[in-house]
């Protein structure tokens, strides 16, 4: 186990077929884990498991060295925050009103905010650069807003893990860079370790190149596939033999000496 999430020899089966298959990786402090995969290869699922929202077949997952099985809901939230892919509200709630929300372990459900939860979302929505629209309708942000909003009521939490699924999908190229480059700032400056979902193997590089402490873990159909370095994993054989595409990996040295990689996708095989 390394201190903050250790999923061990993980399974999860519905009735009719098996999911996840015997999945094992350990996350430090200020670890950074990309999950990567097509479509139904089981990364949500896994996340689902970790989350409680679904009890494992077989395998156990220790949150700060204890057993997942061993804490209820609320005390999970004080330890793991989840930024969703998609949330929708129906209800014209404030910007601060759902930053505050992610206050809800802390205070309980009928629990009434006190001085230090509001003082910990201000800081929040300061951290994700969100505090100019604090009392703005959540419903009528934009994509990019949303993001940023999520993000900030999982930092409210005060959590050590942060579990993101997906979580730039459908942004633009603009807003998909600055919640990434938030992502950075975070892990940076409060060492925060981050578990996210993605379909983009630039993200990995991004973090890499940014000097994060970055591990990614490739899922087919259900399995590991491959684990390791963003360099390692996320290779021209690796991609066509999981996604079934085409693609050419770059390297290019930048004036300071440092280098940055990049894919291009040429055609499905």
């Not at 399974?11 to 350990?26: G, L, M, W």
């Not at 892990?187 to 890499?208: C, E, G, R, W």
Request: glycine residues 8%; aromatic residues 6%.
């Amino acid at each position: 186990m390394n201190g903050i999430l250790s999923v061990c020899d993980l399974s999860f089966s519905y009735p009719e077929k098996d999911v996840v298959k015997n999945v094992t990786f350990d996350m430090g402090q200020g670890d950074v884990v990309c999950l990567m995969g097509p479509n139904g290869c089981g990364k949500t699922t896994l996340l689902d498991n970790i989350m409680s929202i679904h009890q494992a077949s077989k395998g156990e997952i220790f949150l700060m060295e204890k057993p997942l099985s061993k804490y209820n809901r609320r005390d999970v939230a004080k330890h793991m925050a989840y930024v969703p892919q998609i949330h929708q509200v129906v209800f014209p709630y404030t910007v601060e009103q759902i930053v505050m929300m992610g206050r809800t372990a802390h205070v309980g459900q009928l629990g009434e905010p006190g001085i230090k939860d509001m003082e910990n979302c201000r800081k929040a929505m300061e951290m994700v650069g969100i505090s100019d629209f604090a009392k703005k309708p959540y419903n009528q942000l934009s994509g990019g807003e949303i993001k940023l909003v999520l993000l900030a009521r999982a930092l409210s939490q005060q959590a050590r893990l942060l579990v993101m699924d997906e979580p730039t999908a459908n942004l633009d190229f603009k807003n998909e860079l600055v919640f990434l480059e938030t992502i950075v700032k975070l892990n940076m400056m409060d060492k925060l370790s981050i578990l996210i979902a993605t379909h983009s193997p630039v993200h990995a590089f991004y973090f890499q190149e940014k000097g994060l402490n970055v591990e990614v873990i490739m899922m087919s159909e259900g399995a590991v596939y491959s684990k390791g370095s963003p360099e390692h994993v996320i290779t021209e054989e690796n991609i066509s033999n999981v996604y079934g595409v085409r693609s050419r990996i770059f390297k290019e040295m930048c004036t300071d000496g440092s280098s940055i990689r990049s894919m291009a996708l040429l055609g499905t095989l």
